[in-house]
Nanobody, 118 residues
Framework: QVQLVESGGGLVQPGGSLRLSCAAS????????MRWYRQAPGRERELVAF????????DYVESVKGRFTISKNNVKDTVSLQMNSLKPEDTAVYYC???????????WGQGTQVTVSS
């Protein structure tokens, strides 16, 4: 089992940047692929970014490609989401998700609010 704690959310103006972090504990972090999801009010939860267990492969939803970067640190047991050129439509609660590479058990953080507004 792994515990996940997100941080780094907040209020930012359009065009600004934020860096979300997710700290993991309780299990062998290198065995988990990681994902960032987001959920805006009245909408379904959306997969935003993926990174493989070794950190070597990434993927993004089309709407954030070129603006967001996901990275995984298997020494510090963290995953980050660098968000640049933020838009009002990026406003959502962002969730960190860990999925075990063998069992596929999935764990969630508590979420962090990102608000993009002038």
């Amino acid at each position: 089992q792994v515990q996940l704690v997100e941080s780094g959310g907040g209020l930012v103006q359009p065009g600004g940047s934020l860096r979300l972090s997710c700290a993991a504990s309780g299990s062998t972090f290198r065995l988990y692929s990681m994902r960032w999801y987001r959920q805006a009010p009245g909408r379904e939860r959306e997969l935003v970014a993926f990174v493989s267990s070794d950190g070597g492969s990434t993927d993004y939803v089309e709407s954030v490609k070129g603006r967001f970067t996901i990275s995984k640190n298997n020494v510090k047991d963290t995953v980050s989401l660098q968000m640049n050129s933020l838009k009002p439509e990026d406003t959502a609660v962002y969730y960190c998700n860990a999925r075990h590479s063998i069992t596929h058990y999935s764990y969630w953080g508590q979420g962090t609010q990102v608000t993009v507004s002038s």
